[in-house]
């Protein structure tokens, strides 16, 4: 590793002290702000080849009353290390699912998907799979259009349990994305072992077109294999009009980026021109 042997030095280094203290604060902030109520939700919304709405990611946002609108990278390294995320994660999935169950009376977001995050320690902690089937039934929201979105590194942890959860949600109609595809521990073998929907192009690979051949490479093989394995894909980070067009291209079939929305609260994603809102 790069710093080795710089760990003692380091361990009365007084910037890395301050840094300590720092995550502290930040945790007691963190378990402050959750009683408080300040953390919320934006939703990213994602189409189909026809530019049709189809689904919305739903993402994390912490509305601090000093430091302003922060986004997860902010908050997220410390909530992991502190145990809390699991509690951020729970206000994510009970905000999805009731603005699911709102949207059900707006035509254009009717059918709508909605994708939410989980992170490694919720889909082990005890009880995972009653919170979820509990805050589906208890905000009346449609288990056949919740999406949750896994990465690779957190399914190899404990592979069987996670299939097993999987597989108890499934069969209440729960459906599963890989988040970030390509850029964790892949194995083919894995992917045909798990009950999956959809693959998620990580950005850095959109980012990369049109230039850069390889990204154009792996996406054309992510594409490929997803469609062999009758798994939609679908494409992040698209914020330009040639990136979609490539995508397009080469059978893409669904996209979410800047280009067509950025993160928004739910009164926003409502209002956005893209979206046919003709009854
Ligand atoms: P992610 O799941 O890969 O989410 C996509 C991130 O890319 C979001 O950042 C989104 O705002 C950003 N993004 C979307 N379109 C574009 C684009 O066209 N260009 C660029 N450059 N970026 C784009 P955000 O909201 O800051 O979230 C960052 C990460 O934090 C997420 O990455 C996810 O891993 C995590 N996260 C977010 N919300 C939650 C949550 O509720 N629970 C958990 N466990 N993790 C979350
Ligand atoms: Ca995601
Ligand atoms: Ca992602
Ligand atoms: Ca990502």
């Not at 109520?37 to 709405?53: K, P, T």
């Not at 699912?97 to 709508?112: G, H, V």
């Not at 679908?234 to 929305?261: F, H, S």
């Amino acid at each position: 590793a790069k710093d080795a042997g710089k760990g003692e030095r380091r361990f009365f280094d007084p910037h890395m002290q301050e840094t300590i203290s720092q995550r502290l604060l930040l945790e007691e902030d963190i378990i402050r702000g959750l009683e408080a109520r300040e953390f919320g939700v934006y939703f990213q919304a994602q189409f189909n080849s026809d530019s049709q709405l189809i689904g919305v990611e739903s993402l994390v946002r912490w509305h601090h009353p000093k430091r302003g609108l922060l986004s997860p990278a902010a908050f997220i390294d410390v909530a992991e290390a502190a145990g809390i995320m699991s509690q951020i994660d729970s206000v994510v999935l009970l905000r999805s699912c009731e603005q699911m169950a709102k949207w059900t009376r707006l035509p254009a977001f009717s059918e709508i998907t909605v994708s939410v995050n989980i992170s490694p320690a919720q889909l082990y902690q005890h009880g995972f799979v009653e919170e979820v089937l509990n805050v589906v039934s208890d905000t009346g929201a449609d288990p056949k259009r919740l999406k949750l979105e896994l990465t690779e590194s957190m399914l190899v942890t404990d592979m069987q349990q996670a299939i097993a959860r999987m597989r108890q949600l499934k069969q209440a109609g729960i459906r599963f994305s890989i988040d970030d595809f390509g850029t964790g521990y892949s194995s083919l073998q894995y992917l045909q072992q798990l009950p999956l929907d959809q693959l998620k192009i990580d950005q850095s690979f959109v980012r990369g077109l049109p230039e850069d051949t390889s990204s154009l490479a792996i996406i054309r093989a992510v594409i490929a294999m997803a469609t062999s394995l009758g798994l939609e894909v679908i494409a992040e980070g698209v914020e330009t009009e040639v990136q979609r067009d490539i995508l397009l291209a080469n059978g893409c079939g669904l996209y979410q980026g800047y280009w067509y929305a950025k993160p928004l609260p739910a009164e926003q994603v409502e209002q956005l021109d893209i979206i046919d809102n003709a009854t």
